[in-house]
């Protein structure tokens, strides 16, 4: 079982930066996909990030250049470090992860970007 709690959500001016946090219990971290998903008011969840076990990367279109997803296995934490942020980026974002075809998702942690 993987149990994952996300923080650093806030409220941010247009322009502005946030990192987002998710700690994730279990000794398997390390050998684990892990990704950022959002969903904002009215819209379908959508995948913003990924990072693989070894470190590879993906993006959605919408967040390249701006977003960058990173992870401590020493800490079993992933993140997401948000510049340059927009009010289209105001969403809860959610990390997910998958295990043994199981997944599991955090809580949420809710991100406004004010004009």
């Known amino acids: 079982q993987v149990q994952l709690v996300e923080s650093g959500g806030g409220l941010v001016q247009a322009g502005g930066s946030l990192r987002l946090s998710c700690a994730a219990s279990g000794s398997i971290f390390s050998i684990i996909t892990m990704g950022w998903y959002r969903q904002a008011p009215g819209k379908q969840r959508e995948l913003v990030a990924i990072i693989l076990s070894g470190g590879s990367t993906n993006y959605a279109d919408s967040v390249k250049g701006r977003f960058t997803i990173s992870r401590d296995n020493a800490k079993n934490t992933v993140y997401l470090q948000m510049n340059s942020l927009k009010p289209e980026d105001t969403a809860v974002y959610y990390c997910?992860?998958?295990?043994?075809?199981?997944?599991?998702w955090g809580q949420g942690t809710q991100v406004t970007v004010s004009s």
């Open positions: 997910r992860t998958t295990w043994h075809g199981i997944e599991y």
